[in-house]
């Protein structure tokens, strides 16, 4: 069986393509608006053993997100939009054929968790990506909380963390902030993304 899965680089995409990994021959995917490239997250599947795959995402959606953000004050709304439509993106599973050793999609997956209030996928997106995609939706983090996150991060993979402004990844913020920037400017940036620590895999332990 195979499953695309959303991926950024960071710990808990790794995580989940790791939980999957005795079950699916899995794909790490990173969407991407060409804003910036998604080399740190080909670094980091390289690392630990994954195929990985570029997947171009609309750039309407994200101008529009970036513009509801900017009119929001804070950067949920818009985030959720966007990780919405990259989950959609793998599922309809049109770059499929393009990817080496990949003819057919089973599951879409990311690596969203049980604390997080953004990205999220509720049960009626879910529920609707499967009937629309024929494609089963995993989220292997959901039930799991970010004490135990961190203990089987620590315990499985090398990981580089430090302020999300810093920290090279091939997450939505990442294009995100610089559409901000070159539109609002840079103080938008500092207005609508609060710091936070963000982590990029470096290998397996």
């Known amino acids: 069986m195979h499953c695309a899965l959303l991926y950024s680089g960071g710990k ?11 079950f699916y021959d899995v794909t790490l995917v990173s969407g991407s608006f060409g804003v910036r490239d998604t080399d740190p997250a080909q670094e980091s599947a390289t690392a630990v053993g994954f195929d990985h795959v570029t997947v171009d995402l609309d750039p309407d959606v994200a101008h529009d997100a970036v513009k509801q953000m900017f009119d929001d004050g804070y950067p949920r709304n818009g985030i959720q939009r966007v990780h919405e439509h990259a989950v959609e993106t793998v599922a309809r599973a049109d770059w499929v054929a393009d990817a080496d050793g990949l003819d057919t999609l089973d599951a879409v997956a990311d690596g969203t968790r049980r604390d997080d209030r953004v990205p999220t996928v509720d049960r009626p997106l879910a529920q609707s990506i499967e009937d629309r995609f024929d494609v089963d939706y995993l989220a292997p983090l959901a039930g799991i909380g970010r004490g135990a996150i961190d203990a089987m991060a620590a315990d499985r993979l090398v990981v580089e963390s430090g302020p999300s402004a810093e920290i090279p990844k091939a997450d939505y913020e990442v294009e995100l902030r610089e559409l901000l920037r070159k539109r609002y400017g840079e103080g938008a940036v500092a207005d609508v993304f609060p710091e936070h620590t963000q982590s990029r ?5």
Request: no cysteine; glycine share 6%; net charge negative.
């Open 12 to 22: 808990d995409s790794t995580l989940a393509a790791l939980l999957l990994d005795p």
């Open 201 to 205: 895999v470096q290998g397996l332990r």
